[in-house]
């Protein structure tokens, strides 16, 4: 759920319950305000009315509307006791104006007249006040209604605008890439909150980052540092072999040596290049003739290719890419190296270069990994394999550099790589 | 033959040294840039084998410029842990004759310091004798009893690999690089090199070529005319 429909969600669940009761309770309060009027004016005639009954010891004859009215009648005596105070009831009475029946309300109290006990009712018509209270409760309801739509609009835009810089820190931190070479820099806001949210950010990607180029670094120099022991060992290699005095045993474990120097040594510049690609530090960049560099790799593989006895079959335009020469030669070499060291005796490699793209396949014998985890470095289809599982990892690297597409799959028995351009 | 071998890898110089020492060449070492400049252009040496990366205030490249400032003729090869391209086109630029990248294989230094100084100090034009095997590099061409030997590409650049490494252990790995150039690390299955081989063995035997090509515990071979 989004961020603003979450809020907005909030805030309905907040606001309506209070809405809903505050209608309900100032429909009540409205109602009993007006019971209230109208019982003081039947008061008031009720005390008007004892007045006149004080002084002219009869009842008066004016005071009867359409909405008030009165009438008496003598109370039987032994009621007399009983009736003190007054009564206020609500009634129903036919309005001979409207022709309707309306409600009225009713007080009943005694008064003594001419010697007698009489028990005088007065009502007034209260058809007014519950029209009234109905206007007003529409009223009440249809603002509120109103209210709660421009709160929920002002809510809307306001979380927008409050939330803006929050939506921008994440759209940048969306695009922030570790290789990158210019820190995270998120912009600034007034909001504390998300002031305080970017900084934190920022100091984090800064860590992040110094790690990853420390990390990156350490492998440039570690490789850098590795090579001259390792041309050392491989020196002495050589210069034991030369020896006429030690005996085959020793020879071949001399040799063992020496495969794995020249093993070591592989891995280390492949890890030096990795990290030079990753570094950027190939960007000279020129058009780049790409059949060429694929025919040039397939002749220097021919040896291979007779070997294991490969059928090649070719499909090609001439293509020209904006690339750099050295990476297009690595990739064109990985690809096609590793179609003819994985493959299989008596297969065949099948290489198509179109405007689009550029696709190598090979019959292979099925890859204990899944593609996915080929292209992860040290990854290698065939553990007893002398390579030292970096070959596709660079492919990887090297089309996430230039802006290609890669497609790897392995079905039927082909390993098929696509490089979209 | 007088070698200046600018090193500051003490083993690494002496491997070096040692190796090239039975083809009974002089060689002097340097191990930092001082001693390097002062030797490069106080001394003549009929080839510089120069590293790059040098201690003492200057680089190899340095090195050559100034050597090549006095005498613009000097053979030089560069070796260099740095397989960065810059630097080899830097130490091409400069004068430099080639460019191996370490580690490299020791025969093969040999065989490159070989066809450097035959083609810089004797015009090129020296041909390679070995016994009934007479090879004339300027045409690529090989005579066995001075009847002409048809060879591939592969097999020339095989034989001439074993007359310039005679009587040494040279192995599958380093005949494969020999062929195939720095990118045979690319591959791991060098059996083809079997097959060229044996292809050459053949050829010379056929022409009544006595089989000097001989195999070492099935780790790499030998061309010897000893026993």
Known sequence: MKLLHQTQRLFFRGVLPVFIAAGVVSFFTLRWVFDHETDEKLLGVQAEIESYVQINDTLPTFFQTVFDRWHAEPMPYDFIENVTGQTFSDTILFNKFENEMEPFRQLRFPVKMRGQVWEVSVFTSTV?????????AVLLATMFGLLLLVMLWVNQVVSRQVWQPFFETLEKMRRFRLADHLPLKLPPSSVEEIQELNTTLENLAHQVRRDYHTVKKFTENASHELQTPLAIIQGKVELLLQNETISETQAQQID?????????VRLNQSLLLLSKIENNQFLEQKPVDLKPLLEKRLIWLDDFLTEKKLELQVDWVEKTLEMNLFLAETLVTNLLTNAVKHNLQGGYLRVTLNENCLIVENSAALPEASVKDLTARFARGNPHSEGVGLGLAIVVEICEQQGFGLEMSFEQGVWRVQVRF | MKILLIEDEPELAIS???????????????????????????YEYDCLIVDINLPGGGTGLDVIRALKELRPEAAVIIISARNALDDRIAGLDLGADDYLTKPFYLPELNARLKALLRRRYFGGSSDIVFHEIKVIPTHRSVYVNETLLDLTPKEYDLLLYFLANQHRVLHRESIAEHLLGDDADQMDDFNFIYSHIKNLRKKLIDRGCLDYVKAVYGIGYKFTDKK
């Open chain 1, 128 to 136: 007014e006040h519950h029209d009234l209270v109905l206007i007003l």
């Open chain 1, 256 to 264: 063992i040596i020496g495969q794995s120097t020249r093993r070591m």
């Open chain 2, 16 to 42: 070096i040294s040692d190796f090239l020492k039975v083809e009974s060449y002089l060689v002097e070492l340097a191990s930092d840039f001082p001693t390097a400049h002062e030797k490069a252009v106080v």
